[in-house]
Each structure stands twice: as structure tokens, then as C-alpha cells.
């Protein structure tokens, strides 16, 4: 397996503009986690879905941010209107169960967002 | 989940054992303690956990004291490779995992 799939790697876009975030989870996982890092915050998790449903998405900081996962394969996180306090790397990440003993959460590389 | 405490940042010489450890004094009975690392510009990755018995795998080494309230990591013979961010979690597996401020450790040549 090619392990978590993130596109795009960097982002620059204009502050007010619509921002999509895209993520492959490994084949098999039923949970799919998104995390937002910046220096001052450090990992923060955003959202997570089992089985394609979004069960938590307190850790989501407005309205302004959404996230779907239409099937087992494929999740989006969308920003709009986009502002420059969302410049951040975001991370989504995989994983078989919550717990994830023996081999925990696979993490993918990232999407570096800029926004000014 | 109960919380960690880890220094910020350590150094160790290459080919030492590094030794990276983690408070966690109100773990409950139920809750595993997990340790990820990330590698700059990369996402994190798991390395080991443990409940209650010292651990060992491939990449490391996790020793729990008996009354739970602190471990350990170990790397054997740390490399320049093995220069990351390291967290410590403790965590019972009903919620995701939450990623504290970790310790930077920088392996020197």
C-alpha cells in the first residue's frame, strides 16, 4: 500500500478564496482522522470519520471549514472563505481502530497552506 | 486521557542511547501510553506503546515503572536520522489520539 495519499503537497492561495484539501486513507482503515499543525498550536485534531461518517468535529475552529468523506477511499477538507490565520500544514491520517495498538495511526505527508 | 509532560528538547551523540522520558502521573488503569515521532516536514509516526510491561520493537524500546506514572523511551544507537520531535500520548482509545508539545531531540555527530 502506498500509505495516506494527501494532495495537494503546498497551497498558496489568496486570502477569500475556496481552499479543497484532498486525502486517500490506506484500503481497509475505517477511521480517518484530520489534523491542523502550526508552531503556536501545535497538532491539533480537527475532525474524524469511522466508516465515512464524521463523529467528532468539535476540534473544527468555524464555520468556515467543512470536511466530507463521500466513500471509503477519498475525504475532502474545504476552507471558505480562506484568511491568512489558516496558513498551517495540514495532516490527515488512517487507521484500522480508535485505539490502534500495534500499529497506530498512519499519517500522511501533509498539505502546506498559505494563504495570503 | 490523563496528560504528559516531557522536556523540550534534548541532545544526544550519535551512536549513544538516547532516553526520552515522559511524566504522566494520573494515568488511569485503562489508559496505553504511545509514543510518535515526526521527522521534520513529515507527518508523525507511531512507534511503540505499552500498558504496563516494558516493551520492545524494531525501532525502540519503552520502559513503564511500576506505578505507571512516567516512562521511558530508548534508542538504542541513536543516528542523525533518528533527530525528530518526539510525543508521548497516554491515551484509553475512546477518543483520538492528542498530540501534546512533544521533546525536540537533536542527535549530534
Known amino acids: 500500500d502506498a500509505g495516506v495519499i494527501q494532495s495537494p503537497r503546498h497551497e498558496v492561495t489568496e486570502m477569500g478564496q475556496e481552499v479543497t484539501l484532498r486525502c486517500k486513507p490506506i484500503s481497509g482503515h475505517d477511521y480517518l482522522f484530520w489534523y491542523r499543525q502550526t508552531m503556536m498550536r501545535g497538532l491539533e485534531l480537527l475532525i474524524y470519520?469511522?466508516?465515512?461518517?464524521?463523529?467528532?468535529d468539535s476540534g473544527m475552529p468555524e464555520d468556515r471549514f467543512s470536511a466530507k468523506m463521500p466513500n471509503a477511499s477519498f475525504s475532502t477538507l474545504k476552507i471558505q472563505p480562506s484568511e491568512p490565520r489558516d496558513s498551517a500544514v495540514y495532516f490527515c491520517?488512517?487507521?484500522?481502530?480508535?485505539?490502534?495498538?500495534?500499529?497506530?495511526?498512519?499519517f500522511g505527508s501533509g498539505t502546506r497552506l498559505t494563504v495570503v | 486521557d490523563a496528560k504528559t509532560t516531557q522536556p523540550p528538547s534534548m541532545d544526544c551523540a550519535e551512536g549513544r542511547a538516547a532516553n526520552l522520558p515522559c511524566n504522566h502521573s494520573?494515568?488511569?488503569?485503562?489508559?496505553?501510553v504511545y509514543w510518535y515521532r515526526q521527522i521534520h516536514s513529515q507527518g508523525p509516526q507511531y512507534i511503540i506503546h505499552g500498558l504496563k510491561n516494558n516493551e520492545t520493537n524494531e525501532m525502540a524500546s519503552l520502559i513503564i515503572t511500576e506505578d505507571r506514572k512516567s516512562s521511558t523511551l530508548i534508542l538504542p544507537h541513536a543516528t542523525l536520522r533518528d533527530t525528530a520531535v518526539y510525543y508521548c500520548?497516554?491515551?484509553?482509545?475512546?477518543?483520538?489520539?492528542?498530540f501534546g508539545k512533544g521533546t525536540r531531540l537533536s542527535v549530534i555527530a
Open positions: 500520548i497516554v491515551s484509553s482509545g475512546n477518543t483520538p489520539l492528542v
Open positions: 491520517a488512517s487507521s484500522l481502530a480508535l485505539r490502534a495498538l500495534s500499529y497506530g495511526y498512519t
Open positions: 470519520f469511522n466508516n465515512n461518517v464524521p463523529i467528532d
Open positions: 494520573t494515568i488511569s488503569g485503562n489508559e496505553y
